[in-house]
């Protein structure tokens, strides 16, 4: 079959990569058409993706992120005709409905479901099938297939993924040294219109509460304040999940990045207005224990959460346990991927 891929996202990188690396390995031609958005490139490039780059991610209003919208409408129906285009992979709502204008499948993946809001919308309407993990238990109609597992274990289930101690030297840290990583996001994404995470108040407060315990660590997204610019992550895009996963705790306002530590069995608190509405998420909180979640508000609880951990001597341990039995139950999800993409041509 001829398969494009769509990516707007890093994180739609890290799914896709063993998916493409499987269906190119079973005969399968591939053309990815990719956003120029944060690390979108570099991770593809790192991997040796050949790639089409098209548009930018627009933050300042809705007006402007139609309009990309329908610009990459526009390229990605140009780009499947040119590829004659059987199916059109995506986690964003241009793919499927540019592959309904090139008479390609479009398959939608998602986790967030109905929550995502308007980027959802835009989506299930036009595509043909929707994939969702197992946990999602929202009822999206005959298009709907689910797969045993969660968008994380198409890259970070062990098959798949172990993490490199390279990244101390990177760090300028000894093996095995006691760090902290935090993620702190802009909210500016469709899908994010309305949400809040972590008030600065509350992200200085845990930075001064983390600093006596060991090397303190900042993600940001956009512009870092001066004051913790000692302190951002310095390494390749593609060692982020190494930095993740050795790392002590991970505090963020990333659901995706406490999703992926919960995923790894690294200890991690999560704030944001989106805490109890995602279901994956909830699965990984009160299910496996894997991750805590608080909303902006709730700063003394989740310093109060934090104390706690510092506090337990087998906290390593502890999580280790819990996701094993989370990989008792979840599988390594690309094969399945893989064996569905190619049975909707049947």
Known sequence: ???????????????????????????????????????????????????????????????????????????????????????????????????????????????????????????????????????????????????????????????????????????????????????????TASHDSGEAGLPVATKRAIVKKLRPHGRVLISFEGDLPSEWEELRVNIPAHLIHDVLAHCTIFIGDSQTMAAEAAFLGVPNLRVSTFVGRLQYLQQLEHRFHLTQGYLPGETERLLGALDELLANRNLQDDWTAARNRLLCEKENVVDWYIRFVESVKD
């Open 1 to 187: 079959m001829n398969i494009l891929v769509d990516i707007v996202h890093p994180a739609h990188v890290h799914f896709f990569k063993h998916i493409i690396q499987g269906l190119a390995a079973r005969g399968h031609s591939i053309r990815i058409v990719a956003r120029d958005k944060d690390v979108t490139h570099e991770l593809l490039d790192h991997y040796g993706f050949s790639y089409v780059s098209v548009g930018r991610a627009y933050r300042k209003s809705r007006f402007r992120q139609f309009g990309e919208l329908l610009g990459r409408d526009l390229f990605l129906w140009r780009e499947a005709r040119r590829c004659s285009a059987d199916v059109i992979l995506t986690r964003n709502p241009a793919g499927v409905q540019a592959a309904r204008l090139a008479g390609a499948i479009g398959i939608f993946d998602t986790d967030d479901g109905f929550t995502a809001g308007i980027h959802f919308s835009a989506a299930a309407p036009f595509a043909h099938f929707i994939t969702t993990p197992d946990c999602l238990e929202e009822n999206l109609g005959p298009k709907q297939r689910t797969y045993p597992g969660y968008k994380q274990s198409a890259y970070l289930h062990p098959d798949l993924f172990t993490p490199s101690p390279e990244v101390f030297d990177y760090l300028g840290l000894e093996t095995g040294s006691r760090y902290f990583l935090l993620r702190f996001v802009s909210m």
